[in-house]
């Protein structure tokens, strides 16, 4: 009987007393957490394209108080918009990163500061993030879920 249990579980992946072998994920971690400092720093230069390029084809960017916008060229039209009425300044990078096989969560912290073009003050919004992110077939990271909501 427990042939026939063990045959009918190994699909699912169930192996190895209920633990599924994970591949390195401190290299994983630490190749996710390069990805979110890249994108911070296309950000802070001010690279939609640079932004975008680390999300899935069919990534989605869920901004708060407005509906969630999907695909590479739908974020980087997102994040053009904000650098074509202000200066911006980003601070951010991630808490806490869990890898399962070839999905991970990002849980990060944020400061913006967004200053008019057009002149005016400045104003900083801090806020909590989370990110879910999918291991491609090259073994990089791309985001397909951004979320995110101010503290204030």
Known sequence: MLTYVVLWLLPFGVTNGG???????????????????A???????RDADAIAIHFAEDGI??????????????????YRTIFEEYAAELTSGYKEVKVSGDLAIGRGHAEVRL????GGASVVSTA?????????PDGSWLTTHDIWNGNE
Do not use: C
């Open 19 to 37: 633990q599924e072998a994970e591949p390195d994920s401190a290299k994983d971690i630490a190749a996710i957490e390069s990805m979110s400092a």
């Open 39 to 45: 994108r911070a720093k296309a950000f802070n230069e």
């Open 61 to 78: 960017l869920m901004p708060p108080g407005q509906p969630a916008v999907t695909g590479r060229p739908a974020v980087a039209s997102y």
């Open 115 to 118: 200053t008019p073009h057009a």
């Open 128 to 136: 909590k993030y989370l990110n879910v992110l999918e291991r491609q």
